[in-house]
């Protein structure tokens, strides 16, 4: 299910939900904005903890980015409790000429890429599903 706010001088997305259900109580919570806060963060929450990305896109050239992890277990009176978090300053890069060196080298070197053509193409499936599914207001079965 997708719902997506758009901007409307620009009629793009700013600020986009969705939930993806992949069945046995598997399901995936997502929220992407553009124009809601001055900075770029990624959080991602799971059982046994969170994991925050500082500047996921767009790294700055002077400064690494910064992953935080952030484990939990539960307690006995069910509430999650932290545990040791840990921070990872990664290499200063440019992400786009790293991703550029990889698919250039694949392609020299003959070898499969990383994530091949039917990643791709299940991505883009998943994100017309949404757009179809904020269009219909109704649930997209692929």
Not at 103 to 120: H, M, R
Request: aromatic share 8%; with cysteine.
């Amino acid at each position: 299910m997708g719902l997506f706010d758009k901007d409307p001088s620009f009629g793009t997305d700013r600020l986009a939900s969705g939930i993806l259900d992949f069945g046995n109580g598997l399901q995936v919570k997502l929220a992407c904005s553009t124009q809601l806060a001055q900075y770029q963060r990624v959080n991602i929450l799971g059982t046994h903890g969170r994991v925050e990305i500082d500047i996921p896109f767009n790294a700055p050239p002077d400064r690494p980015c910064r992953v935080s992890l952030y484990p939990w277990t539960h307690s006995a009176q069910g509430r999650f409790e932290p545990t040791d978090s840990k921070v990872l300053d990664m290499d200063i890069c440019d992400q786009y000429t790293l991703q550029g060196e990889v698919i250039s080298l694949a392609i020299l070197n003959d070898e499969p890429v990383p994530y091949g053509l039917e990643d791709a193409v299940g991505n883009m499936r998943t994100l017309e599903a949404l757009r179809h599914s904020n269009e219909s207001s109704a649930w997209i079965v692929l």
